[in-house]
């Protein structure tokens, strides 16, 4: 038995897909803290506040629903055969999974700044930067379920 099929691929999927909803839960929320955290008052409780809820949802959340949703995401496309020079589609959603995990460096880079109190950005920005996030889901989305390519 090959090391990479001794789960079903049914079960793989279906992990693959609870790591990524929790991943996309905390993806769509993590911005929404920053637009309220940048109308806060640096040093109020109210930020002091926000500090512990990104840093909690970014490190207890979202990274390990990341790490594993490449896991299982690899372990389907590389483990149970998905992977193809024909599967086009398989390519782009790659390509905007890398995307979004460029996403979520970015709002950890964020979470950084507002520990630091060193934020710049306005709750406008935020408000803009949250919307990135649906867009690739999105395009992912109907990759994976129409493959249209």
Known sequence: MDFLTFLPY???K???IICVITWMAGIF???RLFVYHAMS???SEKSETFKVMERKLLK????PALIASWIFGLWLAFGHG???ADAIWLHIKF???????????????????FAADANQRSHIYFRYFNEVPTLLMLAIV???VVKPF
């Open 10 to 12: 049914e079960w793989t």
């Open 14 to 16: 279906a992990l693959h």
């Open 29 to 31: 929320y993590l911005p």
């Open 41 to 43: 008052e640096v040093g």
């Open 60 to 63: 207890g959340i979202m990274n």
């Open 82 to 84: 998905i992977w193809s």
């Open 95 to 113: 390509v905007l999974v890398s995307a979004m995990t460029g996403y979520h460096m970015i709002c950890a880079r964020h979470v950084r700044l």
């Open 142 to 144: 109907i990759l994976a």
